[in-house]
């Protein structure tokens, strides 16, 4: 595991932010496929095993942008929306946490500190990945949605709403994420970010990043920071 980096002005964390897709439940590689064949219809060479790294953490109208950009046609106003609603069926159908979830999340809250949750997906989409996989009794009432603001991640907006509704300054934030929009929304709000990302997987060259390979390696990283 690597190990905490300490930045400077940095706070022990009041407030765990996730994100959703990818950190508590498995749902970034099957809604980037869904767009990777999206994106070969409007004749953009997107293969199945590049879709996570070509869209993960990417919000839909982003994603739109790109594909319109690269094929230089236009999907439509209602392409996004139309996903969208692609996204919740699809999760309806079924949906699975992310291996060690669960356990991850009670460790923090035997820490004792207050979780919420800032995605780009739709609040929709939201409730119907947590009702699929045990985890909307942990979240109820302090998840936001990016799509729903209408400011999608990188910019920082739904984690800076996130710490405002908590009462919390972005300093004594910490954040975990596992897609580059995303961390950099969260390195942009001033908060700590904890990157979930595999050993052999490039990481980006930001401030206070910290790369972790497994779930169960968070709580550890809070421990630390709050026993600095």
Not at 113 to 119: D, E, I, K, T
Not at 173 to 200: F, H, Q
Request: net charge negative.
């Amino acid at each position: 595991m690597a190990g905490a980096v300490s930045v400077p002005g940095i706070t022990a964390p009041r407030l765990v932010i996730f994100d959703c897709d990818g950190v508590l439940v498995d749902s970034d590689e099957p809604c980037c496929v869904i767009c990777a064949r999206e994106a070969r219809k409007a004749g953009m060479d997107v293969p199945d095993d590049r879709a996570v790294q070509t869209f993960s953490g990417m919000a839909l109208p982003l994603i739109q942008d790109l594909i319109e950009r690269e094929t230089r046609s236009s999907l439509g106003a209602d392409w996004a929306s139309t996903m969208q609603a692609r996204f919740v069926a699809a999760m309806k159908e079924g949906v699975e946490p992310v291996p060690g979830v669960h356990a991850m999340i009670e460790a923090v809250k035997k820490l004792g500190l207050p979780m919420r949750v800032a995605s780009n997906s739709s609040m929709e989409e939201m409730n119907v990945k947590f009702a699929a996989t045990g985890l909307t009794a942990h979240f109820a009432g302090r998840t936001h949605s990016a799509r729903d603001l209408g400011i999608p991640k990188p910019k920082p907006d739904i984690y800076l709403q996130a710490a405002r509704d908590e009462g919390v300054a972005p300093r004594d934030c910490i954040v975990l994420e596992d897609s580059d929009p995303g961390a950099r929304a969260a390195v942009d709000a001033g908060m700590t970010c904890v990157l979930l990302r595999a050993a052999d997987q490039p990481m980006p060259d930001w401030p206070g990043l910290i790369q972790i390979e497994k779930l169960s390696d968070f709580p550890e990283i809070l421990q630390n920071r709050l026993n600095a």
